[in-house]
């Protein structure tokens, strides 16, 4: 798959002179040392390499390379073997058939892909700093309306350029596959190719009605729980029961608990609970304005030291656009995660 970064795909009109030809009409920057007193820097030559290698990586292919270059199958041939002399590794398997990347190529791949993207996104900062947000913007979120849909918006109001396309699901989406500009989630980061900025903290509570514990009496240690109706959390990409994450002069409590309910999303549990049916276990945020009004109750807070992090995530790869830049700052700003007791 090509790169995204557009700046990996330089290529240089004229011919400075210290590039070489290869073929007719094919220019690929000849890769050649420069010093500068005792240190080397970066050249148009080693760009020129680079990018011919990054693009063979990317097709997998010699003449798949030449063709998206402009030149010839043959000039990216001797352009790479002139960097693989350089550097005294060989980046590429080679057969009749087909070329794969020997783990030097795929760790010299990652590193020219950054460099690539960093000079795109300079360019790209420098041409659309005066340039006002506008667009279709992707984004992936959870189903987490009350929390979220006061934010965004207030976000149409103030950007009405940005066309919002929003995916409200709690399953767990790859960022770059599925072609998000960005996606807020809990929980920590896991995917080196994504950036990320923290947006707050929340806690999980363990909640149910005034009237349910009323009837059923209201738990005083983890180990009560199992006499009571709980409503469980299933993960819509594994399908694992949500652990509750109950702890005891700290150590971790694992009980047995019976399942009156088990949903893939959390409205259920919060409306069950509400109707007095058992006892759930949510992040705050998601009961916010249940717990204000008093229609759910927690218990059992001193039992759940967990707390868990909200953040925005967005591909390193992929320059922070206009557009990108005021959602990640607004969302940053306006989100209200504050702590609610209850």
Known sequence: MPLQCKASHLRWETE???????????????????????????????????????????YRSFV?????????????????????????????????????LTPEGSLFLERCRRIFCEIEAAELELSQANEAPRGRLRVSMPIADRLMMPVLSAF??????????????????????????????????????????????????????PDYFARMGTPDVPKDLTRHHCLFYRYPTTGKLQLWPLSRDGRDVELDLPATLICNTSAPQIHMAQEGLGIACLPDF????????????????????????????????????????VFVDFVAEHLDLAPVRG
């Open 286 to 325: 998601t009961i916010m304005d249940e717990l204000r009004a008093g229609t759910l109750v927690s218990v059992l807070d001193d039992f759940i030291p967990f707390s868990g992090t909200f953040r925005v995530l967005w591909p390193s790869s992929r320059y922070l656009s206009p557009k990108l830049r």
């Open 64 to 100: 798949a390379a030449g063709r998206h270059l402009g030149v010839s199958p043959s000039a990216i041939g001797k352009s790479i073997a002139r960097l693989e002399e350089r550097l005294g590794a060989r980046l590429f398997h080679r057969s009749t058939r087909s070329i794969t």
């Open 156 to 209: 149409m109001r103030a950007y009405p350029d940005i066309e919002l396309d929003i995916d409200c699901s709690d399953r767990l989406v790859d960022v770059i596959e599925d072609g998000f500009d960005a996606v807020l989630r809990t929980g920590e980061p896991n995917d080196s190719r994504l950036m990320t900025r923290v947006l707050g903290s929340f806690r999980k509570r363990l909640v149910g009605s």
């Open 16 to 58: 400075p002179s210290h590039l070489r030809k290869t073929e007719k009409q094919a220019i690929v920057p000849f890769t050649s040392d420069i010093f500068v007193g005792n240190e080397e820097v970066m050249s148009m030559d080693n760009l020129g390499s680079w990018n011919a290698f990054v693009q063979a990586a990317e």
